[in-house]
């Protein structure tokens, strides 16, 4: 079992449109999330971070947490095709340590 | 502000020769952090440096890989001798957090090994 899964996608959604980008975790100890945007070429973005269970709301992004289900997901709002990128799902144990444990990505389409 | 930057952009080399990456953290960030993608797969940890000591480099995959940073300020990735399975993008980063919540990453060396 992968220790972060992600569907690679292509997640395919309209301008305008909410993107929802899941995330499913194997480590029950963990306790630090993170979403990074990679465009094609280019390095992570860490986009957003979240420690509590719930939501963390951030411009047009919103990251929910559910560690009962180890499952954290990414929404993001008024979908541009600015936003089209590869997310990262990252995890890591806290504790000292924000090493984190990344997933493969979720490519995101947004179409005009 | 100058964000991580890495040298080379590409190299391609060889199997059984040596290439030496270099990544220039963001200035003051004490945290340095060195990660790898093989083709297909999620990037994954090499070792964190706190500034010139190595605080953990539980993802080294053996003894062909040596990380420094002389001085707590740039450092390197040697490879030696270079074995097919090297090939991937190598990324660093940096923090200026303790706990290293923010990272920024550097574009990434591409590595090739032939």
């Known amino acids: 079992q992968k220790e972060v899964e992600q569907n690679s996608g292509p997640l395919s959604v309209p301008e305008g449109a909410i993107a929802s980008l899941n995330c499913t975790y194997s480590?029950?100890?963990?306790?630090?999330f993170f979403w990074y945007r990679q465009y094609s070429g280019k390095s992570p973005e860490l986009i957003m971070f979240i420690y509590s269970n719930g939501d963390k709301e951030d411009g047009r992004f919103t990251a929910q947490l559910n560690k009962a289900s180890q499952y954290v997901s990414l929404l993001i709002r008024d979908s541009q095709p600015s936003d089209s990128a590869t997310y990262l799902c990252?995890?890591?144990?806290?504790?000292?340590?924000?090493?984190?444990?990344f997933g493969r990505g979720t490519s995101l389409i947004v179409h005009p | 502000e100058a964000g991580v930057t890495q040298f080379p952009s590409h190299s391609v080399i060889e199997k059984g020769q040596t290439v030496t990456l270099r990544c220039d953290p963001i200035s003051g960030h004490d945290n340095l952090y060195w990660y790898r993608r093989v083709m297909g797969k999620e990037i994954k940890f090499l070792l964190h440096f706190v500034k010139e000591s190595k605080q953990d480099e539980s993802g080294m995959p053996n003894n062909r890989f040596l990380a420094e940073r002389t001085g707590g300020t740039y450092s390197t990735l040697k490879v030696q001798p270079a074995e097919l399975e090297d090939s991937g993008v190598y990324f660093c980063a940096s923090s200026q957090e303790r706990l290293g919540e923010t990272q920024y990453f550097g574009p990434g060396t591409r590595l090739l090994v032939l």
């Open positions: 480590d029950r100890g963990s306790q630090s």
């Open positions: 990252a995890v890591s144990r806290g504790g000292g340590s924000y090493i984190p444990t």
